[in-house]
């Protein structure tokens, strides 16, 4: 009797979603990053990373990088013999060949030493530690005689009073199913019931729940039952494979159970058990798991790692109808006919999933097909050394005899009736109803032709494009482009009339017949992949597909002032593809036919988009080159600790090579995020301040992540760097040169108050002098008019002038000491000046004097005897002089806002016509008021707030003569 099971066969997975077939198996091997290539067990944790146990050590994979684990990690042991993950408390449970319990936990594994409730796990001697993952109750550890329940976090000892135990399975709080080594007991609410349906004996190797069935491994054989309520079991059915080996691990996908056979492969079944065993992959496997895409892992013994890939794919080789597997050609007919060449000048159809073989005459065609095409029921091919057409299910191929080499391109041409050959050095236009042909040298080996929407057919040579016409004639294309001007391996026109080219080294151009509008290469930050174009076709509306030596690629486009390049999504075996050497490629609608050097993909193109967001974590952060625990909350950090490396990935399983990345980093000062290819990113001498790192993933079809990985950290400065230090540094510095410059400011004070006061009193003098010339001025005018009445005998007007003339000194004398005088004693003193000045003038002017009410005569103040000289201006230069008009003088005060305007305003000659009169006087008669007044007016904006303005402006009447002054002041209070 087996008295140990299988460890790799204990491990239970959750069901997943089968919908379609496989397509082929990718490989890992020690090359690819595995540290062994034995591989005990696999599974998937919560966040999509698959765990692998390697005799090497534990291994976490992304689907591009593999992360290992070993002893100096804190492992027990490096062979890792199976995992179990607890979604509830996130643990992987990890068993190794020593008897110490482990598990990981936050990018860190946790044992005994660093763990102490771990302790309570005892092993008998010579047991090692075993487990079973329960979809709902934690993980079961156990070995000989003891069982470990440990869930929420918490370890339970469950005593059973039984020894020989292989294997726990809890149904619930109340039933555990326990196998021991010849017996099989189930424990209702702590009873035992004794299962004699099942007979474990030496032939038994294992077993494994899913769902309420219970398998039970056995040489040649699967037996299957089925649990009933009560907890028995009843024999259900059995999986028999008439072979000498065990059963290692058994899964539900979908419609179908999966299981491994020990040094054999991996069969298939469907879960009614309706249909036979079918083999779907051979190796000699350890066990089987799957992950959240319905993906088959496969560990091996010795070869590492295989992934059955699922894809909505079809795919076809020798296996499944054709002859060989190498497909060179592919041709999509609109009505569903597909049809494909091979390398040794076989012909097949697809239709309806089926294969049908049409050619297979090595006699007649033996060669490499390059290209294929039809018309009605005939086929036309284009053969390594010849051209061919045949009707399918016909044995008579005729053939096209040529002179000038080996068939390079073919076209249908869009009137249904012609197709064109391309030829080492000529070309033959062959018309289909007729069954003629003409071939025409060229002297050019013609690589591919495309045909422009409005008819035109163009040719590619190794030296440029040309134009094809009737007759056989070849225009060069003057393109001035370089890139146009070497070899071109395959082109297309798009409906726009845009030329897609395709090059055996540079990538894609697009032409649009005048210029080169785009240069797609592998080297473009599009996601571009494969140098060497071998085929680019048109597919729907704004869509191009290129096939390259490294898989396919789907442009998506679409033209407004230039081309855009909207997306280009990379194609190749992770995505179902039998291989990335893809030879050619046919699209009809949204299916997409690929020919590849292990056979034909058939691709539909409405399922390629992924269903769900690629996540992103944050996997490692290193400080200053140390390791750090990665954790949701700020990383305080001090000025030392400025160089940060973190690490991100997006997991993207089975592989997640054409991933891109865009990360920033706030605080730095530059909130735009960089798009890069590379999973880690490192800052080096960072400022002190508070950081947030963030990163998102960006799948091959251009979707974003949903979730941000991001990195909180703050970094301290140093002392001297603080606001502190640096406040406290400020006000030790301000202190002291506050005092030193006070001392120096109250130097400057006094001497610039001293000479300040100088000026002051310069300027107070100054207009005291002007004052002082103003009043003789004013004397010995009116003395001038006393003396005029003295003259003319007039003693009447001369005693009254002169009894006026007193009190206007008396006031003059008043008023002169004082800097400003209120408003209504300067209208009293102008009045009375006014008076005189009538008088002595005949009455030949009238006069009038408005204050507005609005100005307070009594508050409002102004310089004394300002305006008297203007006033007197304009009486004796203005006034005076008119010959037959009376004269007349207005004088008004109103208030803007905080100012005091006067307008003194006569109808007088002007001032240009009272200039000449003055310049024909005598010297000593010159007037000096206004150019004193004016002076006086600088003087007082010197030292006074309150500025005053002056301005005067002649008056002209329609006939441009001047009909008097105005002459406005403005007084600020």
Known sequence: MKSIWLVISLFLFAPFILNGQFSNAIHYTVKDGLPSSTVYAIEQDSRGFMWIGTEAGLVRFDGANFKTYNTQDGLPDNEVLGLMFDGRTHRLWVLTYSKAPCYYLDDRIYNVKNDSSLLAISCVQGEFIRGNKQSDNGVFLYNGANIFKCAQGTIEKMSIGLRDINQVMQWSDSCVDVALNSTFVTFVNGKAIKNEVLSLDSMTYGGKWIGNSLFIYR???????????????????????????????????GD?????????????????????????????????????????????????????????????????????????????????????????????TLRNDSIKTLLADHSQVSEMIRAITSYDDELFLLVNNMIVYFKPGSKNIKIIPHKSGGPKSLLKVKDGKTIIVGLLSSIVEYKVQSEKYNEAPTGKRLIAIAQHPDGRVFCASIDGIYLYTNGGRLIHQEISDPRLMGRITSMCFTDEGLLWIGTPSSGILI?????????????????????????????????????????????????????????????????????????????????VFVATSRGLTVMNEN????????????????????????????YELNYTQNNVKIEYVGVLLPAAGYLRYEYRLLGAGNDKWVTTANTSIEFRSLSPGSYI???????????????IARVQFRITPAYYMTVWFWALMVVIVLTVGFYIIRARFRRQQRQFEKEQNLNNKIIELEQQALKAQMNPHFIFNCLTAVQHFVNKEDLYSANMYLSNFAKLIRKTLDLSGEQYISLDKEVSYLDNYIQMEKMRFQEKFQYTIKVAEDVDQYAVEVPPMLMQPIIENAIRHGLR?????????????????????????????????????????????????????????????????????????????????????LVTLTFEQ
């Not at 089925?226 to 539900?252: E, Q, W």
């Not at 785009?518 to 599009?526: K, Q, V, W």
């Not at 399922?607 to 700020?634: C, E, F, G, Q």
């Open 256 to 348: 179908k159970y999966f299981f491994s056979v020990e040094g054999m492969g991996v069969y298939t079944i469907d879960t009614a058990f309706g249909t036979s065993v079918r083999k779907v992959w051979s190796g000699r496997v350890n066990g089987i798991s799957a992950d959240k895409e319905g993906n088959v892992w496969i560990g091996t013994n010795d070869d590492g790692i295989y992934v059955i890939k699922y894809k909505e794919v079809r795919s076809f080789s020798s296996g499944n109808g054709l002859l060989h597997d190498n497909i060179t050609a592919v041709y999509a007919e609109k009505n569903g006919a597909v049809y494909l060449g091979n390398s040794y000048g076989e012909v097949f």
């Open 881 to 965: 002089n008119l010959e037959t008009d009376t004269g007349m003088l207005a004088i008004s005060f109103t208030m803007d806002n905080t100012r005091l305007v006067c307008n003194i305003e006569d109808n007088g000659i002007g001032r240009k016509k009272a200039g000449e009169i003055k310049t024909a006087m005598h010297m000593e008669y010159q007037s000096k008021g206004l150019s004193l007044t004016l002076s006086r007016i600088n003087a007082i904006n010197m030292i006074s707030p309150n500025k005053i303005s002056i301005q005067v402006r002649d008056k002209y009447n329609s006939q441009e003569e001047a009909t008097g002054t």
């Open 693 to 707: 790192f963030e990163a998102v993933v960006l799948d091959k079809f251009g979707k974003h992540s949903q979730s």
């Open 607 to 634: 399922h390629m988009m992924a269903t769900a967001r690629v996540p992103i974590y944050i996997s490692s952060i290193r400080i200053n080159d140390k390791d750090s625990l990665i954790h949701d909350y700020v």
């Open 219 to 253: 040489i040649g054989k699967i037996d299957v039952y089925k649990r009933g309520t009560n907890g028995r079991y009843k024999a259900f059915n059995s999986i028999i494979l008439n072979v000498n080996r065990n059963f290692t691990n058994v899964l539900s996908l």
């Open 511 to 591: 032409y649009d017949g005048k210029k080169v509008l785009g240069h797609i290469t592998t080297t473009s930050d599009l996601g571009y992949h494969g140098a060497m174009c071998r085929r680019v076709v048109t597919g729907r509306k704004n869509e191009i597909w290129v096939a390259t030596n490294s898989g396919v690629n789907k442009i998506r486009y679409h033209l407004a002032d230039s081309l855009y390049i909207d997306n280009i999504t990379p194609l190749n075996v992770t995505d179902g593809l039998l291989s990335d050497d893809v030879n050619d490629i046919a699209v009809n609608d949204s299916l």
